[in-house]
């Protein structure tokens, strides 16, 4: 660990005047001083401090603080430390600047095609031809251009152009907005994260950020450190490093022999007081940030200075490169391809969408310039019998010019451009509105996402329950109260004993204060358990402060704290004769073993027999744990002063109890759960229990909540036995006895984090059901992190959740309360159906567009719609279309239907029929128009007019029906499963009646007076009222559509289907080059990595990269497979070997929690 002090100095030029003055502002220690020293351990460190400053209170006199009453609160001073010895606060990543969004955004395909479509366009346009047409040239009235278009030329290239930039910004502000709400929900955890320092000697709770060196800290049980620092004086106090070190053994802390505490670390039992040395980005956790370059520049110089070194590390190296090496390095080429944001199953299916229709597109487009080149060139050249005279090459060029802009019209009304626009405008509406509804969304595609979930494995406390534990049964001398009893009830003995019992042999830290809002819930601090108790004592109508201000802290003679191994807690105090009173208080089945003796009804001890134990058990405790309550067991001993125990043999003194008391606390179900629950089990979602509770609450709950019902078939399982079932006789776990398990499995009891991520994974990557199962999970604490990561949809609690939860997770629930959870996946699906909504509607008016401007072309040589109109039709259906029909708000008829699967196509057999069947209409309309409209209406033909003729009334109608079809379709469109009433809930949606009824009052405007430039002229009321009345006979034939049975209709293909086998292969590989991230996203926050395996990682990936590609990609995934396979329990090697493992096989982190232990 020590060159770590070296390396990390280089990134860290300290402020020069530092250096001139070593100890700065009068303080006597450096900056550099304290940062050496915080790099040493155990022995070592404490040496250091005895040979440098005598003792503890030495360092703090040098850092004018004292180890009792801490630093005076006086804000120049505070200010002081800070500037000498730093904030303590990691500096961010810098967000990506809206000019860096606006690039990504321009990147799509289709954006692309139409850039180069619109810029041709706009070139063309204003190519004027010199020389006017000569007699020679023949003037082939092929409804050459008349001047209104001409002058109106340039406006399809901009208007192609402004659709663009309006996507682009729309794009890059909504990632941009995200991302901004995003730093706000982080600065506000980071403000609401608070530790307690001792000042002035008042105990006051400080943000984390406010820490400065010198402070006196009290830790305790549970917390994280936020700074470094040494320790004054603990009691019992043990710390897990893993964060730091790897190392899974939780390390003895103690003034006298380890006092070094590192920020970044838990807590796991104990407490103490330390003075913090170091803060910010001079702490542990800090100098390892900065090597991860949480500022990005750091991080491409290192990247310089590394590739130098890399020459001799490559040698060594070499050995690893067996198979697992091999798919190591495809994972890295691919890493270099991939791009960082992965799509979503939707965008997936959209962009194959958008291709296919874009290459169809370009073949009509090309089809209809070629075919009017040729009867150009056949028509004047062979029947007219005419010769290419010089003179006439630029009037003949204006013609190829004209057919080549119809192509383009063709091509422009085929893309959908609407595309992207739709799926972001849906997707940015929804995430607004899921703001509402307590979801926070960090990823824009796990919103979409969740509409496809069918599985969702959730926590128990907090998630499902209010996450507030109560006393709710108690057993007192000699009787069971199934409610809380009268105080009047109770002997006074018995009552007097409780009271203190709990009050004193319980955190101090923990309290139960007055509400914050009239009419809300006291608010507990502290452990929950804890508080259940205290609550209780407050329900007898006594109060625990008062014998806390009895006997306060610093006279408890010792304190046994409570850890996972001895599930209980005791407290030892001097009673006034001289003699000790120990209170004990823990989970029933362990204490009642070693009580010997029970109060009565009149508060007398009586004798405890192992079969009164029994008894007990029976009568008392198996009913209670039946309602899903946990029992604690409350008891005391005393000892008199000449018969002082051996206080280390915790065994000897916390024995020969007398109980006082059994409660039964519950964490009750949160009323609204249940009913949530029935929704996703009738939207076709399964919902599993994981929790790390005993199984006997857990099933009470699970029934409760109606996750398990009467008369199923379904499993409920502890984690030893899930465990024994999945693993092989290897102790290796195996997808087909996995898959054995989890469809019946309902409720996973005692499971442990690696439990969760190996069920969570295993339901992923079975391949049993007809499609692959989608699978969201809720998690809370730091060990969830590689479960939330894993699943498709990972959401973490935004109160009870740690930061490393938070930063592995898609969705934070602001409320952590279940019923978001469905809210999330109704906004899911109707994020998924508003785009099938848009394509249903645009793919129609494409189709007819395209049809109309061919056909149109061919027979007549001037396409009936016109260059400007095509524009304004694709406005329609593309920009207003995808705004109307996108924020379209759910309804709860979303959940009465199965989710649709991932390989489910975009458009449905029902969606094909609609298209078709309304396309077929409106073409029949058209044509008819086109052909016969002027003998209909009474007016002169428009087809084959001659050149500058003024706009037609004929061509003007055609233009204004179509619209009308489109208008009234728009409609239709709204329901996608072939429902009757398309009007239902058409006014809880303001902006699609405001879009409609705004297009109308402009096509009025366009027709009447939109004259040349819009090549229409101004129609009579009769007229208008025919085009309405064709409008209108899109909604009757809407419902003739929707009465032809989908299921006759055999030929109908469906389309957009989602990306294919080899496909899903490299996105699964992209997956799994994420669980890498995994490592430093856990960084973020606490977790983390080793600098020298990092340095390796760093080694690894640029060896990995220099190496030539080896092994076809086919072998790579099924070698993958089989190491997958091989290395489930790979847990701590601390070979090099395992780094490529843990890079290359996501499994390995399952055997091996949080990413640590990476050598």
Same mark, same amino acid.
């Given at each position: ?351 194959? $969408?958008?291709?296919?229709?874009? %290459?169809?597109?370009?073949?009509? &487009? *090309?089809? =209809?310039?070629? #075919? !009017?080149? /040729? ?100 057993? $007192?001398?000699?009787?069971?109260? %199934?409610?809380?009893?009268?105080? &009047? *009830?109770? =002997?006074?003995? #018995? !009552?007097? /004993? ?100 029970? $109060? ?560």
């Amino acid at each position: 660990m020590g060159d770590m002090a070296n390396s990390s100095i280089e990134f860290h030029p300290k402020p020069q005047q530092q250096r001139e003055a070593p100890h700065a502002g009068g303080f006597g220690c450096t900056l550099a001083e304290l940062r050496s020293l915080m790099e040493l351990r155990g022995a070592e460190a404490l040496q250091k401090v005895q040979e440098a400053y005598g003792d503890v209170s030495g360092l703090c006199r040098r850092l004018k603080t004292s180890p009792t009453e801490g630093l005076a609160d006086n804000a120049s001073d505070l200010e002081k430390r800070r500037q000498i010895y730093g904030q303590n606060f990691i500096p961010p990543k810098q967000p990506k600047t809206f000019l860096q969004l606006v690039w990504e955004a321009l990147q799509d395909v289709t954006l692309i095609i139409l850039e180069v479509a619109a810029i041709v366009s706009l070139g063309l346009s204003f190519y004027a031809p010199p020389g006017e047409e000569s007699e020679a040239c023949g003037n082939v009235s092929a409804g050459a251009e008349d001047e209104g278009e001409a002058e109106a030329g340039w406006i399809e290239g901009a208007a192609i152009l402004l659709s663009v930039v309006c996507v682009v910004l729309v794009t890059a502000f909504n990632d941009w907005s995200k991302e901004k709400q995003f730093r706000g929900l982080q600065s506000r955890i980071e403000q609401e994260q608070k530790f307690t320092v001792i000042r002035n000697g008042q105990l006051l709770q400080v943000p984390v950020a406010a820490l400065v060196v010198g402070d006196i800290a009290q830790v305790k049980y549970g917390d994280l450190l936020p700074a470094d620092g040494v320790l004054i004086q603990g009691n019992d106090l043990k710390i897990d490093e893993s964060s730091l070190t790897g190392e899974s053994d939780h390390v003895r802390k103690s003034a006298d022999k380890d006092p070094m505490l590192l920020s970044g670390t838990h807590v796991m039992e104990g407490s103490g007081r330390m003075v913090v040395t170091a803060v910010g980005v001079n702490s542990q956790t800090g100098i390892i940030f900065t090597l991860l370059g949480a500022g990005g520049e750091e991080e491409e110089k290192k990247d310089k200075k590394a590739k130098k070194q890399d020459g001799a590390v490559a040698m060594e190296m070499q050995p690893l490169k067996s198979a697992e090496g091999g798919e190591m390095e495809e994972r890295e080429k691919k890493k270099a391809t991939v791009p960082k944001k992965e799509k979503s199953v939707l965008q997936g299916k959209l962009t194959k $969408l958008a291709v296919q229709i874009g %290459k169809a597109g370009l073949v009509m &487009s *090309a089809i =209809t310039v070629i #075919i !009017l080149v /040729l009867y150009f060139v056949i028509e004047t050249f062979v029947v007219d019998g005419r010769v290419w005279l010089a003179e006439c090459t630029p009037v003949y060029v204006q013609y190829f010019v004209k057919f080549f802009i119809i192509g383009v019209t063709v091509l422009v009304v085929a893309v959908p451009e609407g595309l992207p626009l739709a799926v972001t405008i849906s997707l940015a509406y929804s995430v607004k509105k899921m703001m509402r509804d307590n979801n926070l969304v960090r990823h824009l595609d796990a919103c979409e996402t969740m509409g496809n979930a069918t599985a969702i494995c959730s926590d128990k406390t907090g998630t499902l329950t209010t996450n507030r534990m109560t006393v709710v049964q108690s057993y $007192l001398g000699d009787t069971h109260y %199934k409610e809380i009893p009268a105080p &009047s *009830a109770l =002997t006074p003995k #018995i !009552l007097d /004993l409780l009271v203190h019992a709990i009050s004193i042999n319980s955190a101090y830290t923990t309290k139960i204060l007055p509400p914050e809002k009239e009419g809300a819930l006291p608010r507990q601090v502290g452990n929950k358990t804890e508080c259940a108790l205290l609550g209780f004592v407050l329900d007898l109508k006594r109060d625990f402060q008062p014998v806390r201000e009895q006997i306060p802290e610093d006279k408890l003679y010792k304190v046994y704290t409570f850890n996972s191994v001895r599930k209980s807690m005791s407290t030892v105090i001097r009673t006034p004769d001289g003699g000790f009173r120990l209170f004990s208080k823990g989970a029933s089945e362990i204490l009642l073993k070693k009580c010997t003796n029970i $109060l009565n009804s009149n508060g007398e001890l009586r004798s405890f027999r192992p079969r009164d134990r029994d008894d007990m058990v029976k009568k008392i405790i198996e009913p209670m744990a039946c309602d899903g309550l946990r029992t604690i067991c409350i008891a005391y001993r005393d000892f008199s002063a000449a018969q002082e125990p051996d206080w280390d043999n915790e065994n000897e003194v916390v024995g020969d109890l007398t109980c006082i008391a059994v409660v039964g606390i519950e964490d009750p179900v949160r009323p609204e759960v249940p009913e949530a629950i029935r929704k996703c089990q009738r939207a076709g979602i399964t919902v599993r229990m994981v929790t790390g509770d005993n199984i006997n609450t857990a099933r009470a709950i699970a029934a409760k909540c109606g996750i398990i019902q009467p008369g199923e078939d379904f499993l409920c399982l502890e984690g030893k036995e899930f465990n024994r079932r999945i693993r092989n006789e290897k102790g290796e776990i195996e997808q087909e006895r996995l898959d054995k398990v989890w469809p019946k499995l309902r409720v996973l009891a005692r499971s442990s984090p690696t439990d969760k991520h190996t069920l969570v994974k295993g339901i992923i990557d079975s391949t049993t059901g007809e499609q692959r199962q989608v699978v969201a999970v809720t998690g809370d604490g730091t060990n969830d992190g590689p479960a939330l990561k894993k699943a498709d949809v990972g959401f973490a609690m935004g109160i009870a959740g740690t930061d490393v939860a938070k930063e592995a997770s898609d969705i934070i629930l602001t409320d952590d309360n279940f019923t978001s959870i469905v809210k999330a996946v109704m906004w899911g699906r109707n994020v998924y159906d508003s785009i099938s909504k848009f394509l249903q509607f645009q793919l129609t008016v494409n189709v007819v567009a395209v049809i109309v401007a061919f056909t149109g072309a061919c027979i007549t040589q001037d396409s009936p719609l016109k260059a400007v109109q095509m524009l304004w039709v694709n406005l329609i259906m593309d920009t207003f279309a995808s705004l109307a029909l996108a924020t379209e708000p759910p309804t709860e008829s979303l959940l009465l239907r199965k989710p649709y699967g991932r390989d489910k196509p975009l458009i449905s057999r029902t969606m094909m029929k609609n298209i078709l069947g309304h396309a077929v209409y409106q073409l029949t309309i058209i044509f008819t128009l086109l052909f016969v409209g002027e003998l209909f209406f009474d007016i002169d033909s428009g087809r084959n007019a001659p050149l500058h003729s003024p706009p037609s009334e004929h061509y003007t109608i055609i233009f204004n029906t179509f619209v009308m079809m489109q208008l009234f379709n728009e409609v239709n469109a709204r329901k996608i499963h072939g429902e009757r009433n398309v009007f239902h809930g058409i006014f809880s949606n303001p902006i699609f009646c405001a879009i409609v009824l705004g297009t109308f009052a402009i096509q009025i405007v366009i027709v009447q007076f939109g004259g040349k430039p819009f090549s229409c002229s101004p129609l009579s009321t009769e007229q208008w009222l025919w085009c309405l009345f064709v409008g209108v006979g899109e909604l009757v034939w809407g419902q003739v559509i929707a009465t032809i049975p989908t299921s006759q209709l055999k030929c109908l293909k469906e389309a957009g289907h989602g990306p294919g086998k080899d496909e899903m292969a490299d996105e699964e590989l992209a997956e799994g080059e994420e669980e890498i991230d995994h490592a430093e996203r856990e960084l973020r926050r606490g977790q983390i990595l080793w600098f020298r395996g990092l340095n390796r990682i760093q080694t690894q990936m640029e060896v990995v990269s220099t190496f030539k590609r080896s092994g076809s990609f086919q072998g790579a995934v099924r070698r993958r497979s089989s190491v997958l396979s091989q290395l489930h329990d790979v847990t701590n090697l601390s070979t090099p070997t395992h780094l490529i493992l843990s890079a290359a096989n996501p499994a390995s982190a399952a055997g091996n929690p949080g990413g640590e232990g990476i050598p």
